[in-house]
């Protein structure tokens, strides 16, 4: 079993920007994929960021040049850094985790709230 609790969400001015933590304990944590998605009030959870136990790093389009995510596996934490944020990237976001290569998420956090002014 692995325990995701993320933190860092609030309120920001677009533009601006935020960095999402995800602790994870539990089983080892360096050999997992581990990632962030996101829900919008009224839509469906969608990808954000994902990186691979080897290193791997890929991002939804939407984000690419904007987020960047990376991991501490000394410190069993995942980071998502939100920069130019922008009033659509507004949503509750999800930290991730699932075995290594296997392209599923078994393990989910509860979310953070990310809300983005105009």
């Known amino acids: 079993q692995v325990q995701l609790v993320e933190s860092g969400g609030g309120l920001v001015q677009a533009g601006g920007s935020l960095r999402l933590t995800c602790a994870a304990s539990?089983?080892?944590?360096?050999?997992?994929?581990v990632g962030w998605f996101r829900q919008a009030p009224g839509k469906e959870r969608e990808f954000v960021a994902r990186d691979t136990w080897t290193g791997g790093r890929y991002y939804a389009d939407s984000v690419k040049g904007r987020f960047t995510i990376s991991r501490d596996n000394a410190k069993n934490t995942v980071y998502l850094q939100m920069n130019s944020l922008k009033p659509e990237d507004t949503a509750v976001y999800y930290c991730?985790?699932?075995?290594?290569?296997?392209?599923?998420?078994?393990?989910w956090g509860q979310g953070t709230q990310v809300t983005v002014s105009s």
């Open positions: 991730a985790a699932g075995p290594a290569g296997t392209g599923t998420f078994d393990y």
């Open positions: 539990g089983r080892t944590f360096s050999r997992y994929d």
